[in-house]
């Protein structure tokens, strides 16, 4: 009795043995291939990263994406094997993950619209972080640009996060693509009666282009005209500066030209005017 059971046992052994031996193989194969395809996603990734880094003005955001994109691919081709090697069949399993993933990119079709509008705005570069720009009704500088949203930072430290469809899907305003006109600022001097005309020209030119804020081009003139209020002559300087700078060019100019102007009688000649206008739109008074 004993040795018939015992019999039975070693023909089950004999019967079980292979099976394991299969299966201990399968899984050290599987464990095997997850830790190569572990290995290769990351170093897919870096490979990738290091690759478009050579690339000159390429932007680091895509780079990222790039790199994401090469070691999820090496780590789905990595399931599809270590089930392959338990017999499984993947040809079944693509179709179903391709069936849940139409399911969830329809579900997240706005995320995904954003996520291929931040592609694109990545590639064709509209523009670039520092950028100040106008997209709809916000204005600011562009603070980052990510795969789903663009973060703007107005003039008063205000953020705006925009989703990149909307980003994408309307007109923009970059002002930094081209350098701003300069900004043109015109004042005028009333000489006093009986002061010698061409000295004074000259002393207020003097003091123009000695500013440093005032620019060389277009070159600031100093003119005389005739006031049709009080007819008097007046002098008058038009300049051009930097955006900013114009309001305090023109405070240090009245007061140096004032200081030259003064007359021998005591009587320093009088600012009767003063405009501040782009420089495409200056007309003389």
């Known amino acids: 009795m004993l040795e018939e059971k015992t019999q039975d046992l070693m023909v089950n052994m004999q019967a079980v043995l292979p099976l394991i031996v299969t299966n201990a193989l399968n899984a050290l194969g599987a ?7 572990l290995w290769l996603s990351g170093r897919a990734d870096r490979l990738m990263v290091e690759v478009l880094s050579r690339t000159p003005h390429f932007d680091p955001t895509l780079k990222s994406f790039f790199g994401s994109l090469a070691r999820y691919l090496i780590l789905t081709v990595t399931l599809l094997a270590v089930l392959s090697q338990f017999g499984i069949h993947t040809t079944s399993l693509v179709a179903i993950l391709g069936a ?3 399911a969830v990119g329809l579900a997240l079709q706005g995320t995904l619209s954003n996520l291929a509008a931040g592609v694109m705005l990545l590639i064709f ?3 670039r972080v520092g950028h100040k720009v106008q997209v709809g009704g916000s204005v ?3 603070k980052e640009l990510s795969l789903f949203w663009t973060e703007l930072v107005t003039d008063d430290k205000v953020q705006i996060l925009m989703p990149n469809g909307a ?4 007109p923009l305003h970059n002002f930094s693509i081209y350098p701003a006109p300069p900004h043109a600022g015109e004042v005028r001097f009333r000489v006093a009666d009986g002061a010698e005309l061409e000295p004074a020209i000259e002393k207020v030119r003097t003091i123009v282009e000695a500013h440093p804020h005032v620019l060389d081009a277009p070159a600031p003139t100093v003119l005389l005209d005739r006031s049709a209020a009080t007819n ?4 008058v300087v038009t300049f051009s500066t930097n955006e900013g700078e114009t309001a305090a060019v ?3 100019l009245i007061k140096a030209a004032l200081n030259a102007l003064d007359t021998e009688r005591g009587k320093p000649a009088a600012v009767v ?3 501040e206008a782009p420089a495409a739109t200056v007309s003389p008074e």
């Open 31 to 37: 464990i095997a291939i997850l830790l190569i395809g």
């Open 100 to 102: 849940a993933s139409l």
């Open 125 to 127: 570069r509209p523009f």
């Open 140 to 142: 600011g500088t562009v």
């Open 167 to 170: 980003v994408w899907g309307q």
């Open 232 to 235: 008097t002559i007046e002098l």
């Open 250 to 252: 023109k405070s240090d």
């Open 273 to 275: 005017g003063g405009v």
